[in-house]
């Protein structure tokens, strides 16, 4: 069964930098993409930031562009979140989630894992 572990949430002061990462356990074969999702209380949920496992390509919302960085680590099965210059509209929960085509249709990611608190204080 495929899984999803989400972990490296936290506190953390504006301009500040967390990693979060989500372990992906399961898979078979490597055509398929991860996600990162938020969704802060009485918003709707937010696609972040996607990577295709097989070719790295990359896809980010606007709102994060040129802070957050989406990477695989092969060795260990698991896709960074690299999150810089945080701001406090950032704070959230992140979720990871995997085998969607676009951050633009949440609802055809098949697996999700839990979610992590990220917040981000002024």
């Known amino acids: 069964d495929v899984q999803l572990q989400a972990s490296g949430g936290g506190s953390v002061q504006a301009g500040g930098s967390l990693r979060l990462s989500c372990v992906a356990s399961g898979f078979t074969r490597d055509d398929y993409s991860i996600a990162w999702f938020r969704q802060a209380p009485g918003k709707e949920r937010e696609g972040v930031a996607h990577?295709?496992?097989?070719?790295?390509?990359?896809e980010y919302a606007d709102s994060v562009k040129g802070r957050f960085t989406v990477a695989y680590d092969n060795a260990k099965n698991t896709i960074y979140l690299e999150m810089n210059s945080l701001k406090p509209e950032d704070t959230a929960v992140y979720s990871c989630?995997?085998?969607?085509?676009?951050?633009?249709?949440?609802?055809?990611?098949?697996?999700w894992g839990q979610g992590t608190q990220v917040t981000v204080s002024s």
């Open positions: 989630a995997a085998d969607g085509s676009t951050l633009r249709i949440p609802n055809k990611y098949v697996y």
């Open positions: 990577i295709v496992i097989r070719d790295g390509a990359t």
